[in-house]
């Protein structure tokens, strides 16, 4: 089992680029999230997703984008990068109904927006 | 809403010492509380969990107890290495399968 994985690990745009962050699980796990953790904020929710098709806003959602189309694949978008949007992102996953709720974390992808 | 509160860092500590990081919420109902470790450059990782009250949780000589009375979920270890410097994040699991997280303490252990 890979967990959950991220992809790029490293990027850096320009104001205004758009990108998209991908994130993979392999333990068939229905929950998953974004969050961006930055110095001194702890980690901060994004969007997330309670299945497949479906997606839901956290707490600083304002920028970004998610799709849920396959069960294993939480993607995240920014349409217009900005430099507020420097930060690490890190994607999770859960699976409340098969009694698990520990969140399982990827290795986080950094983003530099110049 | 839910909250979690835990102690400011960094804290920094010699070799073989007691270490406790304080870790406080705010929750309705009785949620899971947890302990995750970040080393750098990776995730999170899950260190220790603890489902109701007075229990407590342990691994890799970490422990914590699920305090209802006090809203606490301190983290403890008898002593420390240098191979346990990291962020750690106190987190309790809120509705609708989210988690809430602290702001993260960093450890420093020094040879």
């Known amino acids: 089992n890979a967990g959950v994985t991220q992809t790029p690990k490293f990027r850096v745009l320009k104001t205004g680029q758009s990108m998209t962050l991908l994130c993979a699980q392999d333990m068939n796990h229905e929950y998953m999230y974004w969050y961006r953790q930055d110095p001194g904020m702890g980690l901060r929710l994004i969007h997330y997703?309670?299945?497949?098709?479906?997606?839901a806003k956290g707490e600083v959602p304002d920028g970004y984008n998610v799709s849920r189309l396959k069960k294993q694949n939480f993607l995240l978008g920014l349409e217009s990068a900005a430099p507020s949007q420097t930060s690490v992102y890190f994607c999770?996953?859960?699976?409340?109904?098969?009694?698990?709720?520990?969140?399982?974390f990827g290795p986080g992808t950094r983003l530099t927006v110049l | 809403g839910d909250s979690v509160t835990q102690m400011e860092g960094p804290v920094t500590l010699s070799e073989e010492a007691f270490l406790t990081i304080n870790c406080t919420y705010t929750?309705?109902?009785?949620?899971?509380l947890f302990w995750y470790v970040q080393y750098p450059g990776e995730g999170l990782q899950l260190l220790l969990k603890a489902t109701k009250a007075d229990d407590k949780g342990s691994n890799k000589g970490f422990e914590a107890t699920y305090r209802k009375e006090t809203t606490s979920f301190h983290l403890e270890k008898g002593s420390v290495q240098v191979s346990d410097s990291a962020v750690y994040f106190c987190a309790l699991e809120s509705r609708g399968g989210k988690s809430t997280f602290g702001d993260g303490t960093t450890l420093t252990v020094k040879p």
């Open positions: 929750a309705t109902g009785y949620p899971s």
């Open positions: 997703s309670v299945g497949e098709g479906t997606t």
């Open positions: 999770a996953s859960t699976d409340p109904s098969k009694g698990s709720d520990t969140q399982y």
